[in-house]
């Protein structure tokens, strides 16, 4: 059974960082992809990050490039989400997701974590 335990939200102000982690069970780690997704208050979920299988490339909506970085670590099972200069728009409840194969923006993500609430004030 796939589980992923997302940790490291919290309060934080505009301008402030936090990083994101994901612990993942159940699979084996080196060959799914990695993505993080986020959905808002009154919004949709949408895709924040990922990270491929085997090569390791990662994308970035647009909205979170040069802010973000993903990365994992294969021997903890773990992925991050380093998130700098937060703004309010990226307050949001941010999920771990899992998917088999590597091209991780075109995957559909159908394994995700319960989310952890990240909250930025202005």
């Known amino acids: 059974e796939v589980q992923l335990v997302e940790s490291g939200g919290g309060l934080v102000q505009a301008g402030g960082s936090l990083r994101l982690s994901c612990v993942a069970s159940?699979?084996?780690?080196?060959?799914?992809?990695m993505g993080w997704l986020r959905q808002g208050p009154g919004s949709e979920r949408v895709a924040v990050s990922c990270?491929?299988?085997?090569?390791?490339?990662?994308h970035y909506a647009e909205s979170v490039k040069g802010r973000f970085t993903i990365s994992s670590d294969n021997a903890k099972n773990t992925v991050y989400l380093q998130m700098n200069s937060l703004k309010p728009e990226d307050t949001a409840v941010y999920y771990c997701?899992?998917?088999?194969?590597?091209?991780?923006?075109?995957?559909?993500?159908?394994?995700r974590g319960q989310g952890t609430q990240v909250t930025v004030s202005s």
């Open positions: 997701a899992a998917a088999s194969g590597p091209l991780c923006h075109l995957l559909p993500y159908g394994s």
């Open positions: 159940g699979f084996t780690f080196d060959d799914y992809s």
């Open positions: 990270i491929s299988s085997g090569d390791g490339s990662t």
